[in-house]
């Protein structure tokens, strides 16, 4: 069984900064995907960034070239590190780790972004 618990979410003003951690326990092997999800109030959850096992990494258009997605092996821990935000990046934002045809989901963190 893998936890994720979450942290950093926030208020930011636009133009700012956050990063945002994803803290996994348990037992992670073989091929896995490692990913930040995003829920808007009234928007269904989409797909921000993903980190595969063997190191590649993908994003959302929305958020290429702001956002950075990384790991910490040894801490068993991933980051979204976020930069530029915008008010359009407000959302409850999901860790998530997808092993063995199983989905883990972190509580969610709130990322608002605001003057």
């Known amino acids: 069984q893998v936890q994720l618990v979450e942290s950093g979410g926030g208020l930011v003003q636009p133009g700012g900064s956050l990063r945002l951690s994803c803290a996994a326990s348990?037992?992670?092997?073989?091929?896995?995907?490692m990913g930040w999800y995003r829920q808007a109030p009234g928007k269904q959850r989409e797909s921000v960034a993903v980190i595969l096992s063997g190191g590649s990494t993908d994003y959302a258009d929305s958020v290429k070239g702001r956002f950075t997605i990384s790991r910490d092996n040894a801490k068993n821990t991933f980051y979204l590190q976020m930069n530029s935000l915008k008010p359009e990046d407000t959302a409850v934002y999901y860790c998530?780790?997808?092993?063995?045809?199983?989905?883990?989901w972190g509580q969610g963190t709130q990322v608002t972004v605001s003057s």
């Open positions: 348990g037992s992670i092997s073989g091929i896995y995907i």
């Open positions: 998530n780790i997808r092993a063995a045809g199983l989905h883990y």
